[in-house]
């Protein structure tokens, strides 16, 4: 099983900052990772996929990046509504196609 | 558009049998996986399992292989995700999804609203 390692656990930025997370694969999963965010009391909701795709309707200050075993999900200029946790996902290997254990972008 | 609508929350007692459910719309339910993710309370997202309604072809993680049985039915479009004997550890949300790629090795595009189940004495 592959195991996905995201950091930093928690993440403080202001309003207008940047935000970058990360995400680490024990393997390599090549492109086939995706990012999603949740909001408490919401279901997740997938922002990038492919690494580096925009899912429909996502806003441009979203960018990922990244193969192999290393990847960047990057906030531009958070918003407040930007404020939730982010989960990677790998679907290279699977049975299971692993999540991280999620990075919390709080307000500083 | 595309659509998951899941079943209501479930209270259990512990040794009960549950069935929860999962309609898709907007979508041709046949032709796309569909799967389960569990979130134990105040954790993170874990992978269960697929079936693909066309065929009723199914993958479990081997975490939940044993566990719990994945099903559909295509004349409703419905997924089900079901325990034969509930267990405290059950105790989660538990949210449909689909998966937009023919293999089934692919990203999540739609989600349900979530089922929470409470596992009880």
């Known amino acids: 099983e592959i195991v996905m390692t995201q950091s930093p656990a928690t993440l403080s930025v202001s309003p207008g900052e940047r935000a970058t997370l990360s995400c680490r694969a024990s393997?390599?999963?090549?492109?086939?990772l995706a990012w999603y965010q949740q909001k408490p009391g919401q279901a997740p909701r997938l922002l990038i996929y492919g690494a580096s795709t925009r899912a429909t309707g996502i806003p441009a200050r979203f960018s990922g990046s990244g193969s192999g075993t290393e990847f960047t999900l990057t906030i531009s200029s958070l918003q407040s509504e930007d404020f939730a946790v982010y989960y990677c996902q790998q679907y290279n290997n699977w049975p299971p196609a692993t999540f991280g254990q999620g990075t919390k972008v709080e307000i500083k | 558009e595309v659509q998951l609508v899941q079943s209501g929350a479930e209270v259990k007692k512990p040794g009960e049998s549950l069935k929860i459910s999962c309609k898709g719309s907007?979508?041709?339910?046949?032709?796309?996986?569909i799967g389960w993710v569990r979130q134990m309370p105040g954790k993170g997202l874990e992978w269960m399992g697929i079936i693909y309604p066309g065929d009723s072809d199914t993958r479990y993680s081997p975490s939940f292989q044993g566990q719990v049985t994945i099903s559909a039915d295509k004349s409703i479009s419905t997924a089900y995700l079901q325990w034969s004997s509930l267990k405290a550890s059950d105790t989660a949300m538990y949210y449909c999804?689909?998966?937009?790629?023919?293999?089934?090795?692919?990203?999540?595009?739609?989600w349900g609203q979530g089922t929470l189940v409470t596992v009880s004495s």
């Open positions: 393997q390599s999963v090549s492109s086939n």
């Open positions: 999804v689909r998966l937009p790629g023919y293999s089934g090795y692919d990203y999540l595009d739609y």
């Open positions: 907007g979508y041709s339910f046949t032709s796309y996986w």
